[in-house]
């Protein structure tokens, strides 16, 4: 079973700063099976990044994805007011199918 | 325009059943793969279970024995009956569907399902 830690818990950041986001797997995994998702309050999570670094449909290049073997970065270039939520990493495997992070809460 | 609305929430005593649904719009459910994943109140998320193009089902060892995922194509709906309900089930819960190697690119609005006496 694959954990993924996400650190820091919280970071807080002004406007116009870069954020830098981790997740690290318990065990090495592909980089095709790593995905990160973005939630604001009240609101379903959204797929920023899928196969580590491939911004999905409609994701600003300020989001990117990077990493490989156990260690994997989103990072926001230049944060937006809009950019201020909780982010997840997630994992796709075989059990469990969908493991997720615990979270990363970017505040101002 | 692809979209998940999911309906079937609401409060409910240890031990009864619930069954969520989700309506699928702009795509068929029968040609992808449809997951659950819940979030407990103030927590992160989980995935409870899938339903393959072909039918079959997964589930998390928290699901097994007491959810049921299944789907009807005419419908274009998703369903998961949940039994054995415990305050742990306490979530919102929502359907989603999967479209690259796992990532979820479709999220319903979520169910709330409260589980208390």
């Known amino acids: 079973e694959v954990v993924l830690t996400q650190s820091p818990g919280t970071l807080s950041l002004s406007p116009g700063e870069r954020a830098t986001l981790s997740c690290r797997a318990s065990?090495?995994?592909?980089?095709?099976?790593l995905a990160w998702y973005q939630q604001k309050p009240g609101q379903a999570p959204r797929v920023l990044i899928f196969e580590a670094s491939t911004r999905a449909t409609g994701i600003p290049d300020r989001f990117s994805g990077g990493g490989s073997g156990k260690d994997f970065t989103l990072t926001i270039s230049r944060l937006e007011p809009e950019d201020f939520a909780v982010y997840y990493c997630q994992h796709f495997g075989s059990s469990p199918r969908l493991a997720f992070g615990g979270g990363t809460k970017v505040e101002i | 325009e692809e979209q998940l609305v999911e309906s079937g929430g609401g409060l409910i005593q240890p031990g009864g059943s619930l069954r969520l649904s989700c309506a699928a719009s702009?795509?068929?459910?029968?040609?992808?793969?449809m997951s659950w994943v819940r979030q407990a109140p103030g927590k992160g998320l989980e995935w409870v279970a899938v339903i393959y193009r072909g039918g079959d089902t997964y589930y998390a060892d928290s699901a097994k024995g007491r959810f049921t995922v299944s789907r009807d194509d005419f419908r274009n709906t998703v369903y998961l009956q949940m039994s054995s309900l415990r305050p742990e089930d306490t979530a919102v819960y929502y359907c989603?569907?999967?479209?690259?190697?796992?990532?979820?690119?479709?999220w319903g609005q979520g169910a709330l399902v409260t589980v208390s006496s």
């Open positions: 065990q090495s995994v592909s980089s095709t099976s």
């Open positions: 989603v569907r999967e479209y690259y190697f796992g990532a979820c690119d479709i």
């Open positions: 702009g795509f068929h459910v029968s040609g992808n793969y």
